[in-house]
């Protein structure tokens, strides 16, 4: 958010950040109850997730790219993130649970339950903490003033050149309807 990172891609779509207890709890979670199918298909799911968003530094994307249908419409692979964090925020839930009816069993429930409180209280306040420094906010001022090129188009002839995208499909068009309209004797059809 202060302008140094200079990673490959942008730095916004590389940040995955859950909070240091979630990933811990997430962990305890998928180790107590990982016999659970629920379980398993989760765990299964954020680790492939992750190995995703490595992209091509793991073959794993690769082999997806060439052989899952849909797969080449991904450009950033980092975008898979989304389902880590989903996964590690489900692991964390059931973790959470399981360490409450664990701490319970073996503190009582007013401790097992101020533990988790403080786990989550923990948890926001990370992210209070942590968040703000990745994910950049800046005066909508400065984001909704025209860019340069603006003025420069502006400042142009009187009818300024500009780039037009798909110029060839367009230019193909008007000269279908001119041949059309010559053919028809100069008739609006």
């Known amino acids: 958010s202060n302008n140094t990172y200079t990673g490959a891609p942008f ?3 590389d940040y995955g950040y859950v909070g240091v207890a979630t990933f811990v709890v997430a962990v305890y979670g998928a180790i107590r109850e990982r016999r659970r199918n629920v379980v398993m298909f989760t765990i299964g ?5 992750f ?3 490595l992209g091509r530094d793991t073959p794993v994307f690769r082999i997806a790219y060439l052989l899952v249908p849909g797969m080449k419409l ?8 989304i389902l880590v964090e989903l996964g590690l925020a489900l692991l964390a839930s059931i973790g959470l649970t399981r360490l409450g009816g664990d701490l319970r069993r073996a503190m009582g429930a007013r ?3 101020a533990i988790t409180v403080a786990l989550c209280a923990g948890t926001a306040i990370d992210l209070l903490i942590h968040q703000p420094r990745q994910n950049p906010v ?6 909704l003033e025209p860019p340069a090129t603006v ?5 142009d002839a009187a009818a300024p050149r500009t780039f037009t995208p798909h110029h060839r499909d367009l ?9 059309s309209f010559r053919a028809s004797g100069g008739r609006n059809q």
């Open 171 to 179: 230019h193909r068009a008007t000269f279908l309807r001119a041949a």
């Open 11 to 13: 730095f916004w779509e």
């Open 138 to 143: 800046v005066p909508a001022a400065t984001w």
């Open 111 to 113: 401790a097992a339950i």
């Open 151 to 155: 003025g420069a188009v502006h400042a």
């Open 51 to 53: 190995l995703f968003v």
């Open 45 to 49: 799911m954020t680790l492939l997730a």
């Open 74 to 81: 991904f450009r950033f692979p980092s975008r898979f993130l």
